[in-house]
């Protein structure tokens, strides 16, 4: 018998669930580095735990959306001659989500990004996590050959400074075959806030008076951080830290360091999370 010829594309059905979804408005998006997966059995603590990793596992969320455009992503056809018309192809797509702020240093960051491509996963209003089957029992994301914001920076005559992000995808055909979503138990939100980059600097030329501060707009947050760094000390300082208080009434972080040590630096995030200080990393 002759070897015979397989066609994975020829199977086609049109059944659908027996109990439709009624899809929400999708709120946010978790990007993860190109290649890396969600677990299995998400939880809220790890995803919390992967928003705190070091950046090769890191992964980042953007939030929150309130509007959404779609740009391509349309079938192409064409005619041979007289001939009848013919599937060629999907365009190129893109969506775009409307952020409800501004953020200079959200902007910043994915324009020092640029090209990088990512994955991308979306949540919806009612904690429904979207991505694609890609025949592991772990939802995998859409693959994006980059993903860039656009801003309007200043206030106009009847609307406020506004920004979007734009989702760029790298294979439509494959995303929208592969299509799959799962429902969490958990408000992922709250979980991937993202980490601020901030600065540990002393106050003045001499003394270990210290100010914890964002690096954008400049915005103190000693007395966010300050009492947490106090009570975890060394744990979460580099050098040789021998002892570290907060003073309130002054609003400044006092690390005294061993000798041979000279400014004080904060560890990295996953270390911080440990002694549940969240949200930063220092530049």
């Known amino acids: 018998m002759r070897k015979l010829r397989t066609c994975a594309s020829a199977q086609f059905n049109t059944g659908v669930t027996k ?3 009624n899809f929400g408005k999708k709120k946010m998006a978790i990007i993860v580095p190109k290649g890396a997966k969600l677990p ?90 979207y991505g694609q089957n890609d025949g592991t029992d772990t939802l995998a994301p859409f693959d994006m ?29 494959k995303s929208y075959e592969n299509y799959d979503f799962v429902r969490l138990d958990f ?9 601020t980059n901030v600065k540990l ?3 003045a030329t001499s003394g270990n008076a210290y100010k914890l501060y964002e690096v954008v707009g400049g915005f ?34 006092t690390i005294t360091a061993g000798s041979g040590s000279s400014t004080a630096s904060l560890k990295a995030p996953s270390v911080l999370y440990g002694k549940d200080i969240k949200g930063i990393e220092q530049v």
């Open 187 to 195: 408000n992922a939100q709250n979980l991937v806030l993202g980490l």
């Open 40 to 129: 299995d059995s998400l939880t809220a603590d790890a995803l919390e735990e992967l928003a705190h990793a070091a950046p090769a596992t890191r992964i980042y969320g953007v939030m929150n959306f309130v509007e959404y455009a779609k740009n391509g992503g349309e079938v192409q056809t064409s005619a041979n001659g007289y001939g009848p018309e013919e599937v060629t192809g999907i365009s190129a797509l893109k969506e775009t989500y409307t952020l409800a702020k501004y953020s200079p240093e959200l902007h910043a960051s994915f324009v020092r990004a640029g090209n990088r491509e990512w994955g991308a996963y979306f949540v919806d209003e009612d904690n429904v996590l």
């Open 201 to 203: 600097e002393k106050t």
């Open 220 to 253: 103190d947050v000693t007395g966010i951080y300050g009492p947490l760094i106090a009570t975890a000390g060394a744990d979460v300082l580099n050098g040789s830290t021998t002892a570290a208080t907060y003073d309130e009434s002054a609003n400044t972080l």
């Open 19 to 21: 109990c439709p979804p």
């Open 145 to 173: 050959s980059c993903i860039y914001t656009d801003v309007t920076p200043s206030p106009t005559s009847s609307a406020a400074a506004t920004m979007s992000i734009t989702f760029a995808y790298a294979d439509v055909k």
